[in-house]
Structures are given as structure tokens and as C-alpha cells.
């Protein structure tokens, strides 16, 4: 596609309940980038894809969050047993893999996740 | 560890006046990359610059400029005549060769408004 797409754009769950957020990257991008952004608040690493493999998990706030990415295309992110302080918008970004440290990264618009 | 700070978190300005938007970063990197991300109020992040470490030249665009001073680890953004148009939250953000993820660092992000 032209730009990132995320999906869904807002989401409101009650707490305990698991989510799926899904990112399509632009075609051909290798490389795919998880954020979370709080209310306010900076952007915070949460997972980084090389193809489909994640060399780098350290992010990721806590066991109940996990990510996948297949096809070297689309990824999710689960949240499972969902908790208050998950509320926030996650932002999906891909890039080309250009020479370590200098991807220009293309963002999504986000998911807004928001739980009761 | 990387960090970068943006000591401003909001600033407000009236239209046509010059602002600067500061950003102190700390590495330990020899090659590194800064950047500026725009997040207007729809909230998706547009790239607006990259520069390398070994560039320390000024950069130019339009009614955007960059002073990048390695000396003081600071990379500061101006906007000349500011428009209303220009409102949004600002990122700096670092990444570096040897950084394993190929994750951007963010800063906290300044808000700025621009009055009529």
C-alpha cells in the first residue's frame, strides 16, 4: 500500500480481555517497528522486526504482550489479559533496511486503545 | 543507553515569530543518526529531517532550519515565521550503528502552538 495501515484505528475493551492490533507496512519495507505512545507522552520502544524474525523483544512491557509479523509483511500485536495502564496508542512504523541506525521510518496513524 | 531530551515540553507562540525547539541527546555511539518527526493533531508522525554524526552542517528548508552541534550533543530545530499550520507535537529522535535493534530513541516531544 501507499502508507501504513493499522487496524483498528480505536478500541475499547474491558479489562482481562485480550486485543489484536494488526499493521500492514508499505510493500517492501523489511523492517517493522512497534511503539507505544501514553497520553502526553513520548514515543516508547516496544518490538523491532527484521523480516519476520525479532532480534530485539527487550522492549515489551511484560509477558503479556507479544508480536508476530509473517510474510515479512503484516504484523500483530496482542495484549492478553488486558490492564488499565495498556491504554494508550500503539504505533505501528516501517522501513526500507538501509545502512544500521539510518532507517527513515514511515508511521501509521495508530491504534487507540483504550481499557474500562 | 541512548537518550535524548527535549527539555520544552510546550511552547506557545504567536504567528510569523521565530521559535526553537531544543534537543540534547547522550550516546555512546562514533556513528549515529538524529532526526525530527512532526505529530500534528491527526496524529500520525511525518520524518521531517535525518542527519549523520559526521555532518555538522547547518540545514536549510524553506522556513525550517537545523543546528546540529556535536560539541554540545544538541541537535535544535527552528521555524522562521511561524503559521498556524506549524501546531503539532515535535520529536527528536537518535538511533546508532552499533544499536542492535535499529530502534529510533525518542524524546519526550514538545508541543507547540502557534496563535493568530
Known amino acids: 500500500g501507499a502508507g501504513v495501515s493499522q487496524s483498528p484505528s480505536n478500541k475499547v475493551t474491558e479489562k482481562g480481555k485480550d486485543v489484536e492490533l494488526r499493521c500492514d507496512p508499505i510493500?517492501?519495507?523489511?523492517?517493522l517497528y512497534w511503539y507505544r505512545q501514553r497520553l502526553g507522552q513520548g514515543l516508547e520502544f516496544l518490538i523491532y522486526?527484521?523480516?519476520?524474525?525479532?532480534?530485539?523483544k527487550s522492549g515489551l512491557p511484560s509477558d503479556r504482550f507479544s508480536a508476530e509479523r509473517t510474510g515479512e509483511s503484516v504484523s500483530t500485536l496482542t495484549i492478553q489479559r488486558t490492564q488499565q495502564e495498556d491504554s494508550a496508542v500503539y504505533l505501528c512504523?516501517?522501513?526500507?533496511?538501509?545502512?544500521?541506525?539510518?532507517?527513515?521510518?514511515?508511521f501509521g496513524a495508530g491504534s487507540r486503545l483504550t481499557v474500562l | 543507553a541512548q537518550k535524548v531530551t527535549q527539555a520544552q515540553t510546550e511552547i506557545s507562540v504567536v504567528e510569523k515569530e521565530d521559535v526553537t525547539l531544543d534537543c540534547v541527546y547522550e550516546?555512546?555511539?562514533?556513528?549515529?543518526?538524529l532526526f525530527w518527526y512532526k505529530q500534528p493533531p491527526s496524529g500520525e508522525l511525518v520524518f521531517l529531517i535525518r542527519r549523520n554524526s559526521f555532518d555538522e552542517q547547518n540545514e536549510i528548508s524553506g522556513r525550517y532550519s537545523w543546528n546540529f552541534q556535536k560539541s554540545t550533543s544538541s541537535f535544535n530545530f527552528t521555524i522562521t515565521a511561524s503559521q498556524v499550520v506549524d501546531s503539532a507535537v515535535y520529536f527528536c529522535?537518535?538511533?546508532?550503528?552499533?544499536?542492535?535493534?535499529?530502534?529510533?530513541?525518542f524524546g519526550g516531544g514538545t508541543r507547540l502552538m502557534v496563535k493568530p
Open positions: 522486526f527484521q523480516g519476520n524474525s525479532a532480534p530485539d
Open positions: 529522535a537518535l538511533s546508532g550503528l552499533n544499536n542492535a535493534g535499529n530502534m529510533l530513541t
Open positions: 550516546t555512546r555511539d562514533t556513528t549515529y543518526y
Open positions: 510493500s517492501g519495507h523489511t523492517a
Open positions: 512504523a516501517s522501513s526500507l533496511l538501509e545502512s544500521s541506525g539510518a532507517n527513515v521510518l514511515t
